[in-house]
């Protein structure tokens, strides 16, 4: 490793954390330096600080500890701490818009206040999310008692998050005093063991249950985990019994979590549950325009309603396909087209497949090769064969999905990342000294890609 940013690079893909988590609070982040043991890195909106501090640094410690050998601190820029030097490095510029004042003027208000992306006046309100976009702004003004907790499920990418991170920065922006608290619930089951394994549980207890909002994103999370389960469960009722308000997200309703106490999942259901669908058409249109305005992009309205059309999966589609032809017009000068859209839709589409069914067909090819059935290359056995079969499955899998280490274990009855890192490493290895290997594992792609 000959750089800073490949350090970061290895760093981060250590992280044990969902595929969400390191989506929307990792990726973002951006190494700048390593100044003696101070570890400087950048983040667009300066409540991604908080978040990052909150959530994130005794991961990203640990981590550094484990690559370079010796203990680190932070220091976390934004925007407003780079020198211009940096800024034309490190940021995005943010477009000026001509011509719809009122537009100028809520995107102005909501940068001065948090990240742009996540506030009241970005959400775009449709059939699909009226209700919990309601309740949420109910609350953010202070109407507390009717919703508490409120209980918000859907499919990942259709603005839960938002909603949460929404919440947060309008009640901060009116009330810096409020002690709100945003947290997934990922990230709280780390912070709780982590509070057993170092004795600070009195510290966790304290900054849990004496906070004003309690806002946890992704609450499936505590499924199977029990001590983390009681753990909330007590929280929730000191909160509770204080009139302090609680918010909760997840990608189902709490009678379909599984391995859950009912007395936990009891306490789900006290208030209100909404769900959130996906977004019709108009509110597809409303979004793609919306982020048009935000990037000062001009596009035909036949182009917007064809892309509204297409991607009716989820909002990070909309969004992704609005960065990726932003892109493109700066990079090429040429505005968007018709032709564009079908490109950047095609390649997202592409992009969207589920995962499981190529994980499946790579593990039914390599299970042919080797003379192994799929179950005994995902079970526990560990004959020479399964071993090798289990082995050359995980780096495919890697290579051709790009699945994290994280990720790829679980595909794999749970195994620990370390034993999927420890796998491809040694097919990477053999691969180098065996030809008649190394034509194998390229038969395999070739059949893989064959049979796509």
């Given at each position: 490793?000959?750089?800073?940013?490949?350090?970061f690079?290895?760093?981060?893909?250590?992280?044990e954390?969902?595929?969400?988590?390191?989506?929307?609070?990792i990726?973002p982040?951006?190494?700048?330096k390593?100044?003696?043991?101070?570890?400087?890195?950048?983040?667009?909106?300066?409540?991604?600080?908080?978040?990052?501090?909150?959530?994130?640094?005794?991961?990203?410690?640990?981590?550094?500890?484990?690559?370079?050998?010796?203990?680190?601190?932070?220091?976390?820029l934004?925007?407003?701490?780079?020198?211009?030097?940096?800024?034309?490095?490190f940021?995005?510029?943010?477009?000026?818009?001509?011509?719809?004042?009122?537009?100028s003027?809520?995107?102005?208000?909501?940068?001065?206040?948090?990240n742009?992306?996540?506030?009241f006046?970005?959400?775009?309100?449709?059939?699909?999310?009226?209700?919990?976009?309601s309740?949420?702004?109910?609350i953010?003004?202070g109407?507390?008692g009717?919703?508490?907790?409120?209980?918000?499920y859907?499919?990942?990418?259709?603005?839960?998050?938002?909603?949460?991170?929404?919440?947060k920065?309008?009640m901060?922006?009116?009330?810096?005093?409020?002690?709100?608290?945003?947290?997934?619930a990922?990230?709280?089951v780390?912070?709780?063991?982590?509070?057993?394994?170092?004795?600070t549980?009195?510290?966790?207890?304290?900054?849990?249950?004496?906070?004003?909002?309690?806002?946890v994103?992704?609450?499936?999370?505590?499924?199977?985990?029990?001590?983390?389960?009681?753990e909330?469960?007590?929280t929730?009722?000191?909160?509770?019994?204080?009139?302090?308000?609680?918010?909760?997200?997840s990608d189902?309703?709490?009678?379909?979590?599984?391995?859950?106490?009912?007395?936990?999942?009891?306490?789900?259901?006290?208030?209100?549950?909404?769900?959130?669908?996906i977004?019709e058409?108009e509110?597809?249109?409303?979004?793609?325009?919306?982020k048009?305005?935000?990037?000062?992009?001009?596009i035909p309205?036949?182009?917007?309603?064809?892309?509204a059309d297409k991607?009716?999966?989820n909002i990070?589609?909309?969004?992704?396909?609005?960065?990726?032809?932003?892109?493109?017009?700066?990079?090429?000068?040429?505005?968007?087209?018709?032709a564009?859209?079908?490109?950047?839709i095609?390649?997202?589409?592409?992009?969207q497949?589920?995962?499981?069914?190529?994980?499946?067909?790579i593990?039914?090819?390599?299970?042919?090769?080797?003379?192994?059935?799929?179950?005994e290359?995902?079970g526990?056995?560990?004959?020479?064969?399964?071993?090798?079969?289990?082995?050359?499955?995980?780096?495919?899998i890697?290579r051709?999905?790009?699945?994290s280490?994280?990720?790829?274990?679980?595909?794999?009855?749970?195994?620990?990342?370390?034993t999927?890192?420890?796998?491809?490493?040694k097919?990477?290895?053999?691969?180098?000294?065996?030809?008649?290997y190394k034509?194998?594992?390229?038969?395999?792609?070739?059949?893989?890609?064959?049979?796509?």
């Amino acid at each position: 490793m000959n750089s800073f940013a490949e350090i970061f690079e290895v760093v981060k893909d250590s992280l044990e954390i969902t595929d969400t988590a390191r989506r929307l609070f990792i990726d973002p982040i951006k190494p700048v330096k390593l100044s003696g043991n101070t570890v400087v890195l950048y983040v667009s909106h300066p409540y991604e600080k908080e978040i990052f501090f909150n959530n994130y640094v005794n991961m990203f410690k640990t981590a550094f500890h484990e690559v370079l050998g010796f203990d680190v601190e932070f220091e976390i820029l934004s925007v407003h701490d780079l020198t211009p030097e940096q800024r034309l490095k490190f940021c995005d510029p943010i477009p000026e818009l001509e011509d719809d004042e009122d537009m100028s003027h809520k995107l102005e208000t909501t940068i001065a206040n948090s990240n742009y992306n996540h506030t009241f006046d970005t959400f775009i309100v449709g059939d699909s999310n009226r209700l919990a976009y309601s309740a949420c702004k109910s609350i953010a003004a202070g109407q507390t008692g009717q919703y508490n907790p409120l209980y918000i499920y859907s499919e990942p990418g259709l603005g839960k998050t938002h909603l949460l991170c929404a919440v947060k920065n309008y009640m901060e922006s009116q009330n810096p005093t409020c002690k709100v608290i945003y947290i997934s619930a990922e990230n709280f089951v780390t912070e709780f063991v982590n509070s057993l394994k170092y004795n600070t549980n009195d510290e966790f207890k304290h900054k849990y249950r004496t906070c004003d909002m309690l806002l946890v994103d992704d609450v499936q999370f505590f499924s199977g985990k029990k001590e983390s389960q009681t753990e909330l469960f007590h929280t929730f009722n000191e909160l509770h019994q204080k009139g302090k308000q609680i918010i909760l997200t997840s990608d189902r309703p709490p009678k379909e979590i599984n391995d859950i106490e009912q007395r936990l999942r009891s306490r789900f259901e006290w208030g209100l549950l909404t769900d959130i669908g996906i977004p019709e058409f108009e509110t597809r249109l409303a979004i793609i325009k919306r982020k048009a305005e935000l990037l000062n992009m001009h596009i035909p309205s036949n182009v917007m309603e064809y892309m509204a059309d297409k991607l009716k999966k989820n909002i990070r589609q909309l969004e992704g396909a609005m960065i990726k032809m932003n892109a493109m017009t700066t990079v090429t000068g040429v505005p968007p087209t018709m032709a564009m859209a079908q490109n950047i839709i095609r390649d997202i589409l592409t992009e969207q497949q589920p995962v499981p069914v190529t994980v499946d067909k790579i593990i039914s090819e390599v299970g042919h090769i080797y003379n192994v059935t799929p179950e005994e290359i995902l079970g526990p056995r560990r004959s020479s064969q399964i071993s090798s079969a289990r082995q050359v499955a995980m780096y495919l899998i890697n290579r051709i999905t790009g699945l994290s280490y994280t990720a790829i274990g679980n595909e794999f009855s749970g195994r620990d990342h370390s034993t999927v890192v420890y796998a491809i490493n040694k097919v990477k290895s053999i691969i180098k000294k065996d030809p008649n290997y190394k034509a194998t594992i390229e038969d395999l792609l070739k059949n893989i890609a064959n049979n796509a």
